[in-house]
């Protein structure tokens, strides 16, 4: 069984306009472990790096910025 999971990131996995929490950035590291993980949301991935660390593009298997316009997986 496959199971993908998307998360929203202001108001979900960060307090609007937040940094995301140790804690936070904890359970979704042992999270993406088990399933698919992926980040979406409204602000520009410049916006969203600076709220979920440098290296989301590459820790989570999707990242996807500017409400889904633009996706990445897995890239640097």
Not at 4 to 18: H, M, Q
Not at 21 to 38: H, V
Request: negative net charge.
């Amino acid at each position: 069984m496959i199971h993908d999971y998307i998360f929203d990131v202001d108001g979900t996995l960060t307090e609007a306009r937040k940094e995301i929490t140790d804690e936070m950035k904890a359970f979704m590291q042992t999270l993406g472990e088990a399933i698919t993980i992926g980040t979406v949301g409204g602000s520009d991935m410049v916006k969203q790096q600076e709220q979920l660390g440098a290296n989301v593009r590459n820790e989570d298997d999707y990242a996807c910025a500017e409400k889904g316009l633009m996706a990445y997986t897995h890239c640097t």
